[in-house]
């Protein structure tokens, strides 16, 4: 899921062509080995914890095992923001249940749901 989202990834800007690289990714622990490989590839900046296993493989193969992950403690405490929306859109049983057939169809009740609660959030700050 993770590598179409990127590949679709366009942030517009007031001149020039849209990024297609953001600066940094948040991303849990429990993907860690595939995201991270990707994100070095292409000059990301990873913000993903190593998991503890991984870390016992390190240190069981010695100076063999590679340098550790480095991690931005400060930054990687922002990603619960990501988590706190995504449960609130998984909130929404159509998206729970996933009943639609075809990922367009998918994304399209992502995106209305997404547009319903900025416009509450809207409707709500004075």
Do not use: C
Not at 78 to 95: A, D, M, P, T
């Amino acid at each position: 899921m993770f590598l179409p989202l990127m590949q679709h990834l366009r942030v517009s800007r007031t001149v020039g062509r849209p990024r297609t690289r953001p600066d940094a990714v948040r991303a849990d622990k429990a993907y860690s080995s595939a995201i991270r490989k990707h994100l070095r590839t292409r000059g990301i900046k990873a913000v993903i914890p190593e998991p503890d296993d991984q870390k016992g493989h390190r240190k069981r193969r010695g100076s063999r095992g590679g340098r550790p992950v480095g991690l931005d403690v400060a930054d990687y405490k922002n990603r619960n923001v990501i988590e706190h929306r995504y449960s609130h859109i998984k909130q929404w049983r159509g998206l729970a249940t996933q009943y639609d057939k075809y990922a367009l169809t998918y994304r399209a009740a992502v995106v209305l749901h997404t547009v319903i609660a900025w416009t509450r959030h809207l409707s709500d700050t004075p």
